[in-house]
């Protein structure tokens, strides 16, 4: 069944890609991050995501623009797969529908991208912000953080990693300080095992990284090299989240860091037309 993942609607390799793939999650900011890609490169959609563990849905493009009249009519799927001309070693995947077995749709998934010899995987998705940490409370509240699953140099001198919250080091700072368990008033330091807690309590990182997205990461070991971004946040209107997401993805990873290259690019930053109805429509006039 794997051969028959990838249905593709052009001539496309992922051979020593860098893969970008959007999961439904708190807020669907992944998939919002991706909309946003998608809509301010014009992407060109090469091919889809056939998996059963993947609701099916059908509906108009996403990305029609009303005021040049492209595109219009043609029908989009769960799951699609996208380039972008100015960024040829980059390969979008979105899935606008929710995964009915993660654990599943990471194996089939995962062991399709090493057959396919992909280079790198992003993984954009989001997590409750009630999970935070408490030193990640400090400063801007718009936390992304990163999990990585290294199997070679894929990540070592990504920019990306310098304008995120690292989640491993923050988790070893957390239990650092558990395990100090000093009083924040006398400032005296007690045993761990005299302070009531809940049995089996996880920790702020088993909250954050879990569901598709953590299996994507195990299922990553020993195949390629995988990095987890999450957006902590709230539900509610989540496109802010998903526009700064968007641009970090597009600095540090489609362009390595390389400002003039995305100057370069001539991107013209535009959310989908499809936005526009995220909420509905106005307010009927006859209620006033």
């Known amino acids: 069944m794997t051969s028959q993942l990838f249905v ?14 959007g999961i439904p999650s708190v807020g669907n900011v992944g998939q919002l991050a991706l909309d ?10 090469v091919g889809i995501i056939d998996s059963a563990y993947i609701l099916p849905v059908v509906g108009n493009d996403p990305y029609y623009d009303p005021n040049t009249n ?14 972008i001309k100015s960024a040829p070693d980059v390969l979008l995947i979105i899935i606008r529908a929710p995964i009915t077995s993660s654990k599943l749709f990471a194996t089939e998934f995962a062991t399709f991208l090493k057959e396919s010899k992909i280079n790198r995987l992003v993984v954009l998705s989001s997590a409750n912000s009630s999970w935070r940490m408490d030193n990640m409370i400090r400063g801007g509240q718009s936390n992304i953080v990163v999990r990585c699953q290294h199997v070679g140099t894929g990540w070592t001198n990504s920019p990306i990693l310098e304008h995120v919250v690292h989640l491993d080091q923050e988790e070893k700072a957390e239990l650092d300080y558990l395990q100090r368990n000093v009083n924040p008033m006398t400032h005296e330091t007690h045993s761990i095992q005299n302070i009531p807690s809940l049995p089996q309590e996880e920790t702020s990182k088993q909250k954050m990284v879990r569901g598709v997205g953590k299996e994507l990461l195990e299922n990553a070991k020993d195949k390629f090299d995988a990095i987890l971004l999450l957006v902590l946040c709230n539900e509610g209107d989540n ?13 540090d990873i489609l362009f390595e860091g390389q400002v003039d290259k995305l100057q370069q690019s001539n991107i013209q930053w ?6 526009m109805y995220l909420f509905g429509g106005p307010p009927a006039t006859s209620l006033y």
């Open 8 to 21: 593709a609607s052009g001539d496309v390799s992922f051979e020593n890609k860098t893969v970008i793939l």
């Open 36 to 45: 946003f890609l998608i809509s301010s490169f014009n992407a060109n959609r």
């Open 70 to 83: 492209t595109k219009k009519g043609i029908a989009h799927t769960s799951a699609e797969v996208f380039e």
């Open 270 to 275: 535009r959310p989908p037309s499809s936005w």
């Open 239 to 251: 496109t802010p989240h998903g526009v700064h997401l968007a641009h970090l993805v597009s600095l």
